[in-house]
């Protein structure tokens, strides 16, 4: 009996002991329940909180998993093209990449998906819905998502930074190909008086294209170049241009060069002078041709005096006639000496607007033939066809212009013109062929007879209206007759 109690007592004894293990478990249970619950708000306040961050971003800003858009502000789906966020969700994110940088993408969402590791800035270009391109800089950092590994992206747009960087970048080649085509030789200091830019007509026209010469000074160069040019320079740095013409400079190989420079400032954007820039043209090559005509003007002054078409010289910049030969003094009716005070305006019937304009036309090579009227000293108007060319003598610009008189051919085109009015507009059928029979023209009144329209009737023969009764003697009486010159009539 005392044994059956002992063992009842332990008995008691474990329950008790297993029921306070039990209560502990509840108590754990219901404290761990509470605070899951307190976890799932806080995770949901989290949730909200970082929906009301992302909402409100000045920027485009989305959430990746599985590769896909996950969420969205308002900022990305305007980048992207989209009229909401469900237009993205789902979507897969590399289809909005442009295919040069799917490659990079690619590696970049794995490392974040799998790796958890930050993506860093990186430029790309984005796809909208409607297939247009957007610039963005793009980066991202991992983030659990909804019970998945994904990404926090963050997206600005840098499109129209791109596009002007484009557009100053097709500037910038624009300019550089202006210069590299200009007749100058061009060269760009800094205020240290180095190079910063040669242009390679620079670097040709001064044979130094075998030498490095940007960050080096002028005087490096050209160690012997005149002391003129030097204060050029300085001059330049203080905001004064200096422009010479026809100067010599002698080469270290003892060549004598001619050339018109020019040496003027160049300012930063805040309007300080950064440097300064030379135009160099050489012009040697043309003052030995200003020799050569130099030598050649006996020759020319000859053959223009005694030529017998029609010329005149004629001043480029004022229109003034400078010389005319024995020609143009017996078709105009004027004495040399009264054509020598004279200017083209006063024989030319256009305004002298329009003929300053034709004249430029002629000095810029872009028109050499021109048709006009020409005033005579009897009053009369003369049509006349004029070729006219630039050319220099002295250093001074002319026109040495050709006239040719077409007055009387004028006056036969304007009266073939009605002639041809009359055939083609006259009632009566008219027919011209070759003298082998073959329709080469039939006027208006033709072709309403007969019903054969002009191209029809080309190149055929003249039986195609034999009305049958005549026979062939009538008509081989009738070539006869023309083809030996005779009229015809029947």
């Not at 391109?133 to 994904?150: C, D, H, I, R, T």
Request: with cysteine.
């Amino acid at each position: 009996m005392a044994i059956n109690d002992g063992l009842r007592n332990k008995q008691i004894e474990k329950d008790a002991d297993i029921f306070q293990n039990l209560a502990k478990l509840n108590i754990h249970l219901t404290e761990t329940n509470k605070q899951l619950q307190q976890d799932k708000l806080d995770a949901e306040a989290n949730e909200a909180h970082l929906h009301l961050l992302i909402d409100n971003a000045p920027f485009a800003i989305f959430i990746q998993t599985d590769w896909q858009f996950a969420y969205a502000n308002k900022q990305a789906v305007n980048h992207f093209g989209a009229k909401s966020a469900h237009d993205l969700i789902g979507q897969p994110v590399l289809n909005f990449f442009h295919q040069d940088y799917q490659g990079i993408v690619k590696q970049r969402i794995t490392e974040l998906n799998e790796r958890e590791i930050a993506q860093s800035v990186l430029d790309e270009i984005h796809l909208r819905l409607d297939g247009t391109l957007v610039y963005a800089q793009v980066s991202a950092v991992p983030l659990f998502w909804k019970g998945k590994n994904g990404a926090l992206v963050f997206v600005n747009d840098i499109t129209e930074r791109k596009i002007a960087e484009i557009n100053l970048n097709n500037h910038h080649e624009l300019l550089r190909y202006a210069i590299e085509h200009s007749n100058n030789a061009i060269a760009v200091h800094d205020k240290d008086m180095r190079y910063i830019y040669v242009s390679q007509k620079y670097l040709e026209n001064f044979e130094i294209s075998n030498q490095d010469i940007i960050g080096k000074k002028h005087c490096e160069i050209f160690p012997q170049s005149p002391e003129s040019w030097t204060k050029a320079h300085k001059d330049a740095l203080n905001g004064i241009v200096t422009k010479v013409d026809n100067c010599e400079y002698l080469r270290p190989d003892g060549k004598l060069e001619y050339a018109n420079w020019q040496c003027r400032p160049w300012y930063l954007s805040d309007k300080e002078i950064g440097g300064f820039i030379v135009y160099i043209e050489l012009i040697t090559e043309q003052k030995a041709a200003e020799k050569l005509i130099k030598e050649s003007e006996e020759k020319f002054r000859n053959l223009f005096n005694d030529h017998s078409a029609i010329k005149f010289l004629i001043d480029a910049e004022n229109g003034n006639i400078v010389d005319v030969n024995q020609a143009t003094v017996k078709f105009y009716g004027w004495s040399r000496d009264t054509m020598l005070r004279m200017n083209i305006y006063m024989i030319n019937t256009l305004s002298p607007e329009q003929i300053s304009l034709e004249m430029e036309k002629t000095k810029d090579h872009l028109k050499t033939y021109f048709e006009f009227k020409h005033r005579k000293a009897d009053g009369s108007i003369a049509d006349v066809e004029v070729y006219s060319s630039r050319i220099v003598i002295g250093g001074k610009e002319y026109l040495h212009s050709i006239v040719h008189d077409v007055t009387e051919r004028k006056k036969n085109e304007q009266l073939l013109k009605l002639l041809s009015n009359a055939v083609n507009y006259s009632p009566v059928s008219v027919i011209i062929t070759n003298k082998e029979g073959k329709i080469e023209y039939v006027n208006k009144a033709f072709t309403d007879i007969n019903g054969y329209s002009f191209e029809e009737a080309l190149q055929k023969e003249t039986n195609l209206l034999s009305s049958g009764y005549h026979p062939k003697s009538f008509y081989d009486q009738m070539w006869s007759t023309i083809l030996s010159g005779k009229n015809w009539t029947g």
